[in-house]
Each structure stands twice: as C-alpha cells, then as structure tokens.
C-alpha cells in the first residue's frame, strides 16, 4: 500500500522557520511527482511545490517562491520542505501527496480528486 506520513507543523512566529517532513512508503521517488498542499480551513486547496520524478525539476506556487524549497532524500525515504521567512498567510494545514500523471504546474492546480495518493494534514501556525 502506498502511504505518506506528514509531521512537522507547529506554531512559529512570522519571519520564523520550519520544516516539514514526509515518510513515504510503498513507492519510491523515482515512480511518482510528490509535492505539498495546503489549505486553510474553509477555503480551497493550494498546491505549494512539486518535485517531478523523471528529472527532479521542482515547482512553486508564487506566493511560495524564494521562501520554500522542497527535497527528498531517497535514503530516508523522506520527502521535505523547508519553509523560510514565514508570514501569517501560511497558517494552514499543510498535506504531501503523490500523483504518477501530474506534474509541474499542473500538480500545482490540481484538484484532489486529481491527485492519486495523499497523507494526513499537519497544522502551521504562523503567528504575527
């Protein structure tokens, strides 16, 4: 069975940072694009950033760029994202997911039914 693990949120204060993790299992990382949401209660999902599995080009939303950046290590089987210069606009519940078709800005915009494969949500809380 495929599964993904995510942990890592807490509340941090703006201008702070953190990082988030994602244990996968059932697939490796060079089988599916594997990426982050997240989603504020009450409002739509937003895809954060992507890592495609045939070239490990990455993707960002916008509201992201220059602040987040993801990575995996094959090894722990983990895929990352390192938040940096955190605002209270990130306060979200932020999901990892896996998709074999969707990719770049694609996986980005995509729905959640697009999506083939997702984990549990982890709370961030940024703080002004």
């Known amino acids: 069975d495929v599964q993904l693990q995510a942990y890592g949120g807490g509340l941090v204060q703006a201008g702070g940072s953190l990082r988030l993790s994602c244990v996968v299992s059932g697939f490796s990382f060079d089988e599916y694009n594997v990426g982050w949401f997240r989603q504020v209660p009450g409002k739509g999902l937003e895809g954060v950033s992507c890592?495609?599995?045939?070239?490990?080009?990455?993707a960002y939303a916008d509201s992201v760029k220059g602040r987040f950046t993801s990575t995996i290590d094959n090894a722990k089987r983990t895929l990352y994202l390192q938040m940096d210069n955190l605002k209270p606009e990130d306060t979200a519940v932020y999901y990892c997911?896996?998709?074999?078709?969707?990719?770049?800005?694609?996986?980005?915009?995509?729905?959640?039914?697009?999506?083939?494969?997702w984990g549990q949500g982890t709370l961030v809380t940024v703080s002004s």
């Open positions: 890592i495609a599995y045939t070239d490990n080009s990455t």
């Open positions: 997911a896996a998709d074999g078709f969707h990719r770049g800005n694609r996986f980005l915009t995509s729905r959640r039914l697009q999506i083939r494969h």
